[in-house]
């Protein structure tokens, strides 16, 4: 809104607001009245307030290129106001996504306030999504609002619609008893659309706003297939976050607990494309800079995502609108960058992952896991370099002997003239890998002590173009800050400046024995690559599964509880 009594006030700051009135002020008729305001265009308040469409965005305009529509939604945006023009497709129980809203056109009939929400779902930036969820999952918290205003909107759970139509069938005003799990079922006749045109008179009555709501012909189901569109649109965007789909996640659970009725074979195909590309963008990673913590991060994120998405209310307050958390790496990949901002991606391709893959499983009445299903580790070969240099389980930490099979002798200055002498040896271990720099024993030169041990993943091996004698190694942290809680706050602090990893130039004797240091590592990289993709296999070959029937058995009606058992790798 724009311009009321000398304020402006962009789109944002008006969800957040309206989420600020219905969790405070905890009156029965204003959240109905609220509501019921949804359902009028925007210029049905022009008159009395002289102001431009609600879909006004200062400050958070659909202008920067991370807030282009997707392919799988159409419509078009004017700087200063969105207008759309609902399809009559709508009417059926099998409306795409895309034919939500139809291209923009001045002369039809304007977005109503509650199409504009879904519109932002559909099509807007990831504060204005997030804003859009925050309203909806507010009105679905406010026990101060009728159920039928929530049917009316499309967002009544459907446990709660379901109590309805059963209390209706015991006191015998249900017209057909069949419809009470039917799909489709809609409480368009108990009283919903009479509630409504109440709270529109009133509206007429006392504030002169007039709404063409009942003119133009609709019913709760139609509105909850429209949601419904709106958010499988929503996960099918590539520029929005992770934490915001997490959000649409929880909102969608809370519209289909346990049944997949009103969530039809086209819904199922979008998830299942979008799930598709997540499973290319994991398998990248597997071959990335931060393998060996993929499965912890996994694990992890999963049970994450499975106590947001089951919890009964929103993780967030509606003050996150207002200070929306940035995205800390690059969404195209730059050769050269960083393990820190490698880190950040991976994080966000797993959350996006797990996110997909949980609803199509809870779509499918399926009970989601404590934990992924992963392959356990395998037995160390007894032929690897890890057995040949006698090292545990614990790997190799400073001051520990190990043989020196294979290895290659190398120089390295850590310090301006001051050279010296170690033992190059790659090694890898199930999914975890290091570069080892051992001196050699004087007394038994078949045996060295570790004196530096690197990563082996992300190392980026490179025999340098001018001098064949040399390799270029980068090393990346042991583990990523932001997932040890005592270094969280100096990541914080650091990460808005560039985080630079460290480099290794390594000198060989000849070129023979550099080609052979860089023929090691690289060995060993794809050995644990291998092992890597071998323990994430069941989740990998779930694109060709569509029943998911190796997760977990079909449960007979309710979902699993929200109890989290630990997860051993």
């Not at 996994?298 to 947001?308: A, I, N, P, S």
């Not at 890898?428 to 570069?435: D, L, V």
Request: glycine content about 6%; hydrophobic content about 35%.
């Amino acid at each position: 809104m724009d311009n009321v009594n000398g304020i402006e006030i962009g789109a944002v700051t008006s969800l957040y607001l309206l989420c600020c009135i219905l969790r405070i002020v905890k009156i029965k008729d204003l959240a109905n009245t609220i509501a019921a305001a949804l359902f009028c265009p925007p210029e049905a308040y022009i008159p009395h307030f002289e102001a431009k469409l609600n879909g006004f965005t200062s400050g958070h305009g659909f202008t920067h290129e991370s807030q282009l529509l997707d392919n799988n939604t159409a419509g078009e945006v004017d700087g200063e106001c969105l207008r759309v023009t609902v399809s009559d497709m709508a009417t059926s129980s099998h409306v795409h996504p895309q034919d939500l809203v139809t291209q923009n056109d001045c002369n039809g009939s304007h977005l109503a306030l509650r199409e504009a929400l879904l519109c932002y779902i559909t099509t807007g930036d990831d504060v204005q999504v997030l804003g859009s969820l925050s309203v909806l999952a507010t009105l679905l918290q406010t026990k101060e609002l009728d159920e039928s205003m929530l049917d009316a909107l499309g967002i009544l759970p459907q446990r709660k619609q379901h109590k309805k139509l059963l209390l209706q069938a015991l006191v015998g005003e249900g017209s057909d008893e069949e419809q009470l799990f039917s799909r489709g079922s809609s409480t368009v006749n108990d009283g919903t659309s009479t509630e409504l045109d109440g709270y529109l008179q009133r509206l007429k009555e006392q504030y002169g706003v007039l709404c063409s709501f009942l003119e133009r012909g609709t019913s709760p189901h139609v509105n909850r297939c429209q949601v419904l569109d709106a958010l499988v649109s929503l996960f099918c965007r590539s520029n929005i976050s992770a934490e915001t789909l997490w959000d649409g996640g929880w909102l969608l659970r809370q519209l289909l607990p346990y049944s997949e009725a009103e969530f039809n074979s086209h819904h199922h195909e979008l998830l299942k494309g979008s799930y598709k590309n997540c499973t290319s963008a994991l398998l990248q990673e597997i071959r990335g800079v931060w393998p060996d913590l993929l499965i912890t991060v996994l694990c992890d994120e999963w049970k994450k995502c499975k106590r947001v998405i089951e919890a009964s209310s929103p993780r967030k307050d509606p003050k996150c609108i207002l200070l929306p958390v940035q995205k800390s790496f690059s969404e195209d990949v730059i050769s050269g960058e960083s393990s820190f901002t490698a880190g950040d991606r991976m994080c966000e391709s797993v959350k996006v992952f797990v996110l997909l893959l949980q609803l199509q499983m809870f779509s499918l009445g399926r009970v989601l896991p404590d934990h992924p299903p992963t392959f356990p580790p395998s037995n160390i070969p007894e032929n690897s370099r890890a057995r040949a240099a006698g090292l545990d389980i614990s790997g190799p930490k400073p001051g520990t002997e190990l043989r020196l099979v294979d290895a290659v002798p190398c120089r390295i200055a850590f310090e301006r003239g001051k050279e010296r002498h170690f033992s190059l040896l790659a090694i890898s271990m199930g999914t975890s890998g290091w570069i080892v720099l051992a001196e050699e024993l004087p007394v038994n030169r078949q045996f060295g002590v570790v004196r530096v041990a690197a990563p082996l993943a992300g190392s980026n091996p490179r025999i340098d173009e001018k001098h064949s004698r040399w390799l270029h190694l980068r090393i990346r942290p042991s583990a990523l800050p932001f997932m040890d809680p005592s270094k969280s706050g100096v990541y914080n602090k650091v990460k808005s400046k560039a985080l630079v990893d460290g480099r290794w130039t390594l000198a060989f004797r000849d070129e023979e024995s550099c080609k052979s240091a860089f023929s090691m590592i690289l060995e060993e990289m794809n050995l644990q690559f291998n092992e890597v993709e071998r323990r994430l296999r069941p989740l990998l070959d779930l694109e060709r599964d569509s029943d998911f029937s190796n997760l977990s058995p079909r449960p007979p009606k309710a979902l699993s509880s929200n109890t989290t058992a630990s997860n051993s790798l």
